[in-house]
């Protein structure tokens, strides 16, 4: 598996080199399919300086979805272990998802007339939880609030080509990513809509009425 690492503000040590490369031989072995590792480390400084720490992201490449995970701390060899540590972790999970599908095989199936959502542990959000993120009652914690000069109008954006799948599709590939949220266009309905995780392997799904035009997307 080929291994690619890159610093931003920081210089890439013969020692890092080596434990990512002793690294890369642990992820190899739960992912023999992955053809590359990616490895970015960041070191920031706040305050003036008086508080750093680094950032180490992963991205696994190969046969299959894209695989993603980082991690922060104030010693980059702790961020790298943590880091690989949850990118392991979830190429167990999807492994685990993988053997209890062969073994227990089943499908997600939508009652067009209830609008429930059977055979995935997936439930929609309710009005009540929507009512509420949108006038605030419940805060979205964006974990960055504390930075200096943090102000909740900076919005990060990110643009992405529309994917359609099954819903428990897209609740894969947002463990293999490792977020909370996962953006699809859902293959039963043409849908836009969003899986995200509740607790343990609780999900929750959801979805725009708005229907997503294939055509316009290829024109």
């Not at 008086?50 to 922060?72: C, H, N, Q, S």
């Not at 959502?117 to 939880?129: C, E, F, L, M, T």
């Not at 960055?144 to 109008?153: F, H, I, R, S």
């Not at 999900?203 to 997307?217: C, F, H």
Request: aromatic share 6%; hydrophobic share 40%.
């Amino acid at each position: 598996m080929e291994t690619s690492i890159v610093g931003v503000g920081v210089g890439i040590t013969d020692r890092f080199r080596s434990v990512v490369e002793d690294k890369a031989a642990r992820i190899e072995h739960l992912a023999p399919r992955a053809q590359r590792v990616d490895v970015k480390i960041t070191h920031r400084a706040y305050h003036n300086g008086r508080v750093e720490d680094d950032t180490v992201e992963l991205t696994l490449t190969g046969k299959g979805p894209i695989v993603r995970a980082e991690a922060t701390d104030g010693d980059k060899f702790t961020a790298l272990d943590l880091a690989v540590d949850k990118l392991c972790e979830q190429l167990r999970r999807a492994k685990d998802k993988r053997v209890d599908a062969r073994n227990h095989p089943r499908g997600a199936k939508l009652d067009k007339g209830s609008g429930a959502i059977q055979g995935i542990d997936v439930q929609p959000a309710s009005v009540d939880v929507l009512r509420a993120v949108a006038t605030g009652e419940i805060p979205i914690v964006t974990g960055n609030e504390e930075e200096e000069g943090y102000t909740p109008v900076v919005i990060r954006t990110k643009e992405f080509d529309p994917e359609w799948m099954s819903v428990e599709e897209a609740v894969d590939r947002m463990e293999l990513v490792g977020h909370d949220f996962f953006l699809f266009v859902n293959v039963q309905n043409d849908h836009p809509s969003v899986v995200y995780r509740r607790k343990g392997w609780d999900y929750g799904v959801i979805s725009l009425t708005t229907l997503a035009a294939p055509e316009a997307v290829a024109s």
